[in-house]
């Protein structure tokens, strides 16, 4: 019924650019301002941590610290797909990236969104950054 479609990864080297995107299906998932739509990323060997999230009905924006300045995400007023841009790749960027979502308000602008708080995942998608 609810599907979630993450899409975009890639191998590129140092430096240079990939957009990922999610893209959101079913009743529940039909307008992404009554949801929060979060990226996450997991690195061999590493725990999933939260890269950004974006929460339609109140514009906010969270960046983890690592990519502020890399990483943009984006979409038509938080409506399908949403994206994520990312700029300057670096190799510790390596990692697979999945899209999630949850109730709004479980994105916040200085609070990283934790795995276990998103219901819906997407299948994730490889990212390889190369030196």
């Known amino acids: 019924d609810v599907q979630l479609q993450a899409s975009g990864g890639g191998s590129v080297q140092t430096g240079g650019s990939l957009r990922l995107s999610c893209a959101a299906s079913g009743f529940n998932f039909d307008d992404y301002s009554d949801y929060a739509i979060a990226w996450f990323r997991q690195a061999p060997g590493k725990e999933r941590e939260g890269v950004s999230c974006i929460s339609g009905s109140a514009g906010i924006i969270y960046y983890a610290e690592s990519v502020k300045g890399r990483f943009t995400i984006s979409g038509d007023n938080a409506k399908n797909p949403v994206y994520l841009q990312m700029d300057s790749l670096k190799p510790e960027d390596t990692a697979v990236y999945y899209c999630?979502?949850?109730?709004?308000?479980?994105?916040?602008?200085?609070?990283?969104?934790?795995?276990?708080?998103?219901?819906?995942w997407g299948r994730g998608t490889l990212v390889t950054v190369s030196s």
């Open positions: 999630a979502a949850a109730p709004p308000f479980y994105c916040y602008k200085d609070i990283v969104p934790l795995p276990y708080e998103y219901d819906y």
